[in-house]
């Protein structure tokens, strides 16, 4: 190793011969970049482990990233096609597993079945009615900012970040109350990796039930529009799309909001700035990512990339944090497009969402700070814990302070339930079944 290579961080295993860098631990939740910094002496890709005995190859670099992520000819998306899986070198019960396996979703898919999954997700959130969701995301955060205002003291993570683009995405998709409890339920564990397989049962048994249900009474609503789509998607198919939005959106929502929070309060610099949210939000995608290592792909043949040779079925993902905080990008950076980070990932399987994404967002940070303008941390910020894993960028924890709300006003309920338009769905809030955190909301919005 020259002097020009830098010192592996701490708890780094790269002095084992072979060693892989490792991207889970609490070594590198603490300071991932100082693992990126350490995977670019090995050049435009390094080899990394996902979690014990799950290798991979992570493209650090941002233009071999785009060469990646735009070339669907020779990287295919299709996770039947994971070597390493097919061979039985994965342990079956990894907690990345079920988020690397094969699912009959537009993630998971290429050529020609990809473009009508893809086209009906597409379609289907263009008829969003942004008025609505900005509508929802402020009455949504009214309701959380009500649950801890008179305390004068929150976890901005638990208590707001974490709950608000669950409840948006419930409401948008037209979901009575015990289905989206465990959707919320089955969408957290499978991100945290904690009983990840039973999660993941839970959430698709859940999405299951809410296709079924609106097959027979259809609403105004994401499921409903993504059902009557001329793609004419089979039950199967609805059930892995709709889960692939909700858990796709929900978590790394979660971790917008949290982290725009936390470099807002950390950062003073924003409180001179006209654009204090906008460019907060970019800083963070650029910076702080809430999905920083994904995209996996696999070469459809044996091939020489970037520099390395590769077999078939090797898994190759993406570091968008590396990507994006690169010398040669931070420099460019300063002079060029503040939008160019990779954080929504590129190429045909870019985000589709990412406009309400940002404007869930931006409703969600701008009514918090508004209604409570004198937030501030509770403890000092190297004190802060983040999620361990490679595919979450989010704070455990957000605690803060401010000066204690007075007892919100009587609440109007609204013409409409937030579930689907039905006047069934406030029974169903006050089921005994129902005592989730949505039906808490859907029994604040009528009372």
Known sequence: MDANTPVPPPGCPAHAVGGRIPLYGPEFAADPHAYYTYLRHY???????????VDATLVTDYTTALRLLQDNGAFRKDARRWRAFNEGLIPPNSPVVPLLAYRPNAMF????????????????MARVDTHRLARSTTQISDYLISQFGSRGSADLMADYAKQLPLFVFNELFGCPA?????????????FDGINAERAAEVLFGAVGELVALKRSRPGEDVTSWLMQHEADLSDEEMVYQLSLLLGAGADPLRNLIGNTLHRILTHDEYAHQGGLIDEAMDDTLWENPPVPNLAPHYPAADMEFAGHKFQAGDLIMVSFAAANTSPAVTAARQSGSNRSH???????HACPSKDPARQITMAAVENILNKIPDVEPAVPENSLTWRPGPFTRGLTALPARFTPLPPPDRVHAPGRTPADGHTEQRGTARKPEGTGRWSQFLNWLTR
Do not use: K, N, Y
């Open 43 to 53: 050049g435009p890709t390094a080899p990394v482990e996902l979690a014990p005995g």
């Open 109 to 124: 898919s290429d050529g020609v079945e990809h473009l009508r999954l893809r086209q009906a997700i597409t379609d289907t």
């Open 178 to 190: 015990d289905i989206g409890d465990r959707i919320l339920f089955g969408i957290s564990g499978m």
């Open 342 to 348: 990779l954080a929504w990932s590129a190429g045909p």
